[in-house]
């Protein structure tokens, strides 16, 4: 494989269904990261909480409350992705980046890279454990706290498009796209404080739809299936 070792980043609105967490959705994920780690890929997993709540979508609630709860959101999802992946026999172990210890060991760099060398795999919960901060930017993040060799977006979406492709029919999807043509562009596909950070460190990003499941490991292995972000000038275009 490309990326064996790797922070994968698993959007919250993947884990609903008919309810905020659907457990048969949770349980899908779980077993795509299951697969990933017989692979032989050492797995960190920052998941977000867009199912349950959203910082930017508490109206007029002042910004620092409504990521606070945002953040509790993304410690709900971990648990829960934590209990599917026991039921299938996977090691795993949540650690908190907000104290919480009757839920989850509280983050350290330590602890987390030791877990993962050990072949455990690691849910990193509550984002940064800062407001202002998307669980994209808390991806990139950890995955350099635990040197990882890529980080994998698992979205509802195949890629970083020219234009929402939802509303643009002529809009395109960008087979591989530096950093800098992200930013210059402004392309809203993932947070760009996590695209300055990944330019920063060199960190490749590969982007793919979570919805296909051979997608995982297409990304470990370093085939492109939706987007790459990397330190290459200039984009191509599918």
């Known amino acids: 494989m490309k990326y064996e070792r790797i922070l994968l980043k698993v959007s919250g609105e993947v884990l609903s269904g008919k309810t905020p967490i659907d457990f048969d959705n949770v349980s899908v994920a779980a077993e795509h990261i299951k697969a ?6 050492r797995i960190g997993v920052v998941v977000g909480g867009g199912n349950i709540w959203r910082g930017r979508s508490g109206g007029s609630m002042e910004r620092n409350r409504a990521d606070n709860i945002g953040m509790l959101a993304t410690a709900a999802n971990a648990l829960a992705l934590e209990q599917a992946l026991i039921d299938i026999d996977v090691p795993v172990r949540v650690l908190s980046a907000v104290s919480m210890e009757m839920f989850a060991d509280t983050y350290s760099a330590r602890e987390a890279n030791k877990s993962i060398d050990e072949g455990t795999v690691v849910i990193f919960a509550c984002g940064t454990g800062c407001p202002f901060f998307s ?26 498009y020219t234009a929402d492709p939802n509303k643009d029919p002529s809009a395109r999807r960008y087979v591989r796209i530096s950093y800098d043509e992200v930013i210059a562009r402004n392309l809203k596909a993932t947070d760009l404080t996590a695209i300055s950070f990944c330019r920063e460190y060199s960190l490749p990003i590969v982007l793919f739809d979570m919805r296909e499941s051979e997608n995982f490991i297409k990304a470990a292995d370093g085939v492109n299936s939706g987007t790459i972000v990397d330190s290459r000038d200039g984009f191509e275009l599918a």
């Open 36 to 41: 990933l780690r017989d692979h032989g890929c």
């Open 135 to 160: 669980t994209d930017t808390a991806a990139a993040l950890r995955a350099a706290q635990i040197h990882a060799d890529a980080l994998l977006l698992a979205k509802n979406v195949d890629g970083i």
